[in-house]
């Protein structure tokens, strides 16, 4: 037999056996993506990927909006809210690091239904949401992914990227050593922009944040909300603000360093025609130290909506008075 022929007999046999092994390969990979799936159950929240980028997808759909930084996104949940401000669509348009700086305020009215006749925005003010130096956060860098086309494939294969997520070596050796990690970080994303968070087998973590040391709360900020606040009720939009709930140490932490005082905001936010909710910053449980974990989260939701509820049909009564005592006033 000829050199070439047998070389060329070799070659093709030994690209068929790469070919096989690269097809036994990926067919072995898919199977163990499956297995690992469904040891690991299914999830029907919202993958984080794609979480960002929804709530920026939001446009004329909403009756009442919560925004703020991350103790208001994992703080409240819009579905618990429901119970007690009925017949209303509302979304927790919160960001993890956000800033109530100018392009953030300015977003925050397009979410809302411009036909609807119960448009209301809920703010939630901590110190370091009013920080001028805070930048770095999922509002901006959402809004960075969406000049590509990542948001649209991201809204189509949202389930299947939420089942193939990745698995830390902790988690995947829990499933085969069927061993329990007792330090464990749970997280679910709820369509309606609740960002459910857990972390068991440690203790809370106090830590003073950072940007107190050089830097404090902006005055150019608080101007800012202010003037959203009054333009958005002279538009008929009602404004709620209250400061979420955390821990003692947290809160004379903030109220130590962050130059934050809540009192004169609270009389500047009123005077603008802004309505604010005093909570129990101590009552609810925390997993970090500074967010609510998800009981707490559902606790402080229902108490912080009823007293809203409660606000609203106050205020109400008060028109209906007004409109009766003049009766000729249309």
Known sequence: MPAHVTKDTEKSFFQKVMHERAVYAVVLSCLLTIALGLARGWDDGVYEGRFWLMKLDWKHCADVVLVGDSRVGSGLSPAEMTVHLTDRRIFNYAFDGCGFYKEYLDAVPDVLDPESHKKMIVMGITPRSL???????????GNQKRKGHSSTILAYTNDLL?????MKLKELLSILLRYENKKHFFRKDHP?????????????VISIHPEYVKNKVSSDII???????????????SVYAFRPPTTVETFEVENQHSGFD????????QEVGGIWIDVDQTAYPSYDGSHLCPDGAITFSHDLSQKIAASEAKRSGVFAEKKSANPFKP
């Open 131 to 141: 920080i001028s130096s805070i930048r770095n956060d999922h509002f901006i860098y």
């Open 162 to 166: 939420q089942f193939c997520r990745p």
């Open 192 to 204: 309606d922009g609740w960002s459910a968070r857990q972390v068991t087998g440690q203790d809370s």
């Open 223 to 237: 101007a800012g909300i202010l003037d959203h606040v009054r333009m958005w009720m002279e538009s008929g939009i």
């Open 262 to 269: 809540e009192a004169s905001f609270v009389k500047a936010f």
